[in-house]
């Protein structure tokens, strides 16, 4: 598996979840990272994107302030954690490089938040 992401579920409006991204070491050394989701009915967005260093990261506006990305080189693994969460926070949340490429898209991890 290239890209695996994993971590999602069902939390209440204001709780928390930390999303995992294992990948493959030709996928993810040397190279940015993001994550990014889909809701229902929309297009597929960027959440976050953290630099090779793990020092540089970009975030949505909506992702400012709530959430958090890092990675572990070592691991080849990157995480989000988000915190309090709202209903629009629904979505299949996906990890992919930064700039995307089509190849890595995988099956992505569902985050619902709901009462």
């Known amino acids: 598996v290239q890209l695996q992401a994993s971590g999602g579920g069902l939390v209440q409006p204001g709780g928390s979840l930390r999303l995992s991204c294992k990948a493959s070491?030709?996928?993810?050394?040397?190279?940015?990272m993001g994550w990014y989701r889909q809701a229902p009915g929309k297009q597929r967005e960027l959440v976050a994107a953290?630099?090779?260093?793990?020092?540089?990261?970009n975030f949505a506006d909506f992702a400012k302030g709530r959430f958090t990305i890092s990675r572990d080189n070592d691991k080849n693994t990157m995480y989000l954690q988000m915190d309090n969460l709202n209903y629009e926070d629904t979505a299949v949340y996906y990890c992919?490089?930064?700039?995307?490429?089509?190849?890595?898209w995988g099956q992505g991890t569902q985050v619902t938040v709901s009462s």
């Open positions: 953290i630099g090779v260093g793990g020092i540089a990261t």
């Open positions: 070491d030709s996928v993810f050394s040397g190279n940015r």
């Open positions: 992919n490089r930064w700039p995307t490429r089509r190849a890595y």
